[in-house]
Protein backbone atom coordinates (compact mmCIF):
# COMPACT_ATOMS: atom_id res chain seq x y z
CA UNK A 1 0.00 0.00 0.00
CA UNK A 2 1.38 3.43 -1.22
CA UNK A 3 0.94 6.50 1.29
CA UNK A 4 -1.27 7.68 -1.63
CA UNK A 5 -3.72 4.88 -1.30
CA UNK A 6 -3.81 5.70 2.12
CA UNK A 7 -5.03 9.20 1.59
CA UNK A 8 -7.67 7.85 -0.89
CA UNK A 9 -9.67 5.74 1.84
CA UNK A 10 -7.50 2.95 1.99
CA UNK A 11 -6.35 2.05 5.82
CA UNK A 12 -2.60 1.61 6.44
CA UNK A 13 -1.99 -1.91 8.57
CA UNK A 14 -1.49 -0.72 11.64
CA UNK A 15 -5.02 1.51 11.84
CA UNK A 16 -6.59 -2.80 12.43
CA UNK A 17 -5.32 -1.72 16.27
CA UNK A 18 -6.31 1.86 16.67
CA UNK A 19 -9.53 1.13 17.46
CA UNK A 20 -9.15 -1.35 20.32
CA UNK A 21 -6.47 1.34 22.02
CA UNK A 22 -9.51 3.79 22.45
CA UNK A 23 -9.69 4.59 26.14
CA UNK A 24 -12.69 3.67 27.83
CA UNK A 25 -14.89 6.54 28.34
CA UNK A 26 -13.44 8.49 25.68
CA UNK A 27 -15.93 10.56 23.81
CA UNK A 28 -16.36 9.84 20.01
CA UNK A 29 -16.76 13.03 18.65
CA UNK A 30 -14.73 16.02 18.37
CA UNK A 31 -15.75 19.05 20.57
CA UNK A 32 -16.58 16.78 23.80
CA UNK A 33 -13.91 15.64 26.62
CA UNK A 34 -14.18 12.79 28.80
CA UNK A 35 -17.31 14.93 31.25
CA UNK A 36 -19.41 15.00 28.13
CA UNK A 37 -19.02 19.27 28.03
CA UNK A 38 -18.83 21.01 24.47
CA UNK A 39 -15.24 22.62 23.80
CA UNK A 40 -14.47 24.90 21.19
CA UNK A 41 -11.36 22.45 19.93
CA UNK A 42 -9.78 19.63 21.24
CA UNK A 43 -6.89 21.37 23.22
CA UNK A 44 -3.14 19.36 21.44
CA UNK A 45 -0.15 19.34 23.40
CA UNK A 46 2.64 18.65 21.02
CA UNK A 47 5.96 16.90 21.88
CA UNK A 48 9.21 16.73 20.30
CA UNK A 49 12.76 17.20 21.29
CA UNK A 50 13.52 18.26 17.70
CA UNK A 51 12.20 22.06 17.01
CA UNK A 52 11.80 21.23 13.45
CA UNK A 53 9.29 18.05 14.22
CA UNK A 54 7.20 20.25 16.42
CA UNK A 55 6.95 23.22 13.96
CA UNK A 56 5.64 20.61 11.27
CA UNK A 57 3.17 18.74 14.05
CA UNK A 58 1.74 22.20 14.81
CA UNK A 59 1.30 23.00 11.36
CA UNK A 60 -0.34 19.55 11.12
CA UNK A 61 -2.60 20.20 14.38
CA UNK A 62 -3.59 23.54 13.34
CA UNK A 63 -5.14 22.68 9.48
CA UNK A 64 -7.29 20.10 11.04
CA UNK A 65 -10.28 20.99 12.04
CA UNK A 66 -11.58 21.43 15.80
CA UNK A 67 -7.99 20.99 17.10
CA UNK A 68 -5.81 23.10 18.69
CA UNK A 69 -2.10 23.57 19.75
CA UNK A 70 -2.10 24.59 23.09
CA UNK A 71 1.25 23.82 24.54
CA UNK A 72 4.77 22.45 23.44
CA UNK A 73 7.37 20.75 25.32
CA UNK A 74 10.95 19.48 24.27
CA UNK A 75 11.31 16.77 26.60
CA UNK A 76 9.72 13.92 28.96
CA UNK A 77 9.92 16.43 32.25
CA UNK A 78 8.80 19.20 30.24
CA UNK A 79 5.54 18.02 28.78
CA UNK A 80 4.94 16.00 32.43
CA UNK A 81 4.78 19.17 34.53
CA UNK A 82 3.20 21.22 31.25
CA UNK A 83 0.38 18.62 31.18
CA UNK A 84 -0.13 18.75 35.18
CA UNK A 85 -0.84 22.38 34.26
CA UNK A 86 -2.51 22.98 30.76
CA UNK A 87 -4.70 19.32 31.38
CA UNK A 88 -4.99 19.03 27.68
CA UNK A 89 -7.43 16.55 25.78
CA UNK A 90 -4.72 15.25 23.82
CA UNK A 91 -1.07 14.89 23.69
CA UNK A 92 0.95 13.99 21.03
CA UNK A 93 4.27 12.40 22.58
CA UNK A 94 7.28 11.37 20.52
CA UNK A 95 8.90 8.27 21.93
CA UNK A 96 12.88 9.52 22.19
CA UNK A 97 13.17 12.04 24.03
CA UNK A 98 15.96 13.25 25.91
CA UNK A 99 15.74 12.66 30.19
CA UNK A 100 12.34 10.74 30.99
CA UNK A 101 11.47 8.86 27.31
CA UNK A 102 8.32 9.45 25.62
CA UNK A 103 6.67 6.38 27.57
CA UNK A 104 7.74 6.62 30.73
CA UNK A 105 6.01 10.47 30.11
CA UNK A 106 2.72 9.11 28.87
CA UNK A 107 2.52 7.10 32.03
CA UNK A 108 3.56 10.08 34.32
CA UNK A 109 1.39 11.91 32.37
CA UNK A 110 -2.01 9.28 32.62
CA UNK A 111 -1.56 8.18 36.16
CA UNK A 112 -2.51 12.15 37.30
CA UNK A 113 -4.89 12.48 34.27
CA UNK A 114 -6.21 9.39 32.85
CA UNK A 115 -9.30 11.17 30.67
CA UNK A 116 -5.78 12.71 28.42
CA UNK A 117 -5.48 10.44 25.17
CA UNK A 118 -1.67 10.51 24.39
CA UNK A 119 -0.84 9.57 20.77
CA UNK A 120 2.38 8.03 20.93
CA UNK A 121 4.97 9.02 17.41
CA UNK A 122 8.34 7.57 16.30
CA UNK A 123 10.39 6.46 13.19
CA UNK A 124 9.99 3.38 14.58
CA UNK A 125 7.92 1.05 12.05
CA UNK A 126 4.68 0.73 12.60
CA UNK A 127 4.88 -3.09 13.93
CA UNK A 128 6.55 -1.18 17.00
CA UNK A 129 3.33 0.26 17.87
CA UNK A 130 1.03 -2.48 19.44
CA UNK A 131 4.11 -2.92 22.38
CA UNK A 132 4.27 1.10 22.60
CA UNK A 133 0.90 0.95 23.32
CA UNK A 134 0.93 -1.44 25.76
CA UNK A 135 3.93 -0.56 27.45
CA UNK A 136 3.14 3.17 27.88
CA UNK A 137 -0.84 3.21 27.94
CA UNK A 138 -1.12 5.57 25.44
CA UNK A 139 -4.16 5.12 22.96
CA UNK A 140 -2.23 4.39 19.20
CA UNK A 141 0.64 4.72 17.38
CA UNK A 142 1.79 6.59 14.42
CA UNK A 143 5.18 7.02 12.81
CA UNK A 144 5.70 10.42 11.99
CA UNK A 145 5.71 10.10 8.48
CA UNK A 146 2.00 9.19 8.56
CA UNK A 147 1.34 11.45 11.34
CA UNK A 148 -1.51 13.81 10.03
CA UNK A 149 -5.14 15.36 10.08
CA UNK A 150 -6.86 12.15 9.52
CA UNK A 151 -4.78 10.25 12.34
CA UNK A 152 -5.52 12.67 14.67
CA UNK A 153 -8.94 12.77 14.26
CA UNK A 154 -8.70 8.87 14.07
CA UNK A 155 -7.24 8.38 17.63
CA UNK A 156 -9.83 11.18 19.01
CA UNK A 157 -12.76 9.55 17.96
CA UNK A 158 -11.39 5.81 18.59
CA UNK A 159 -11.79 4.95 15.23
Known amino acids: M ?35 SEVAAVRVMLVDDQPPVLRVMAALVEETPGFEVMGRAASGEEAVTMAATLLPDLVVMDVNLPG ?6 TRRILTRRPATVVL ?40
Open 100 to 105: IDGLEA
Open 2 to 36: TGSSARAGGLPPWALWLAPCRPAGRPASIGRVSDG
Open 120 to 159: LVSTYDEEAGPSLVAESGAAAYVTKAAFGPDRLEGVWSGS
